[in-house]
């Protein structure tokens, strides 16, 4: 199983990105999926997340400009992101809990750079 994260770049503030994060391999299922980012010099953490059934979560930094949301048919998650601001580049990781054969097992993709400049 494998997640890959896109869409990232360099965007100005008050601009727009869309985070795509595909999910592969022998997958019977998924259920939670979520957005996290971690920007220089700072701890990871947690954007966004979605259940299975739909419901999601933000950071309050994230409230009001980002929206989590999934396409359980292609293994996908997205992160729209609205009027992002300078403090919002980091590297952006998607992570889900996916059931592989008979386990239940975190995963975690490689990252995308946001970038936004001022």
């Known amino acids: 199983v494998q997640l890959q994260a896109s869409g990232g770049g360099l965007v100005q503030a008050g601009g727009s990105l869309r985070l795509s994060c595909a999910a592969s391999g022998n997958i019977f299922r998924i259920n939670n999926m979520a957005w996290y980012r971690q920007a220089p010099g700072k701890q990871r953490e947690l954007v966004a997340d979605?259940?299975?059934?739909?419901?999601?979560n933000y950071a309050d930094s994230a409230k009001g400009r980002f929206t989590i949301s999934r396409d359980d048919a292609k293994n996908m998650a997205y992160l729209q992101m609205s009027s992002l601001k300078p403090e919002d580049t980091a590297i952006y990781y998607c992570?889900?809990?996916?059931?592989?054969?008979?386990?239940?097992?975190?995963?975690w993709g490689p990252g995308t750079q946001v970038t936004v400049s001022s």
């Open positions: 992570n889900a809990d996916i059931w592989y054969i008979m386990s239940l097992n975190n995963y």
């Open positions: 979605i259940t299975r059934e739909g419901s999601t």
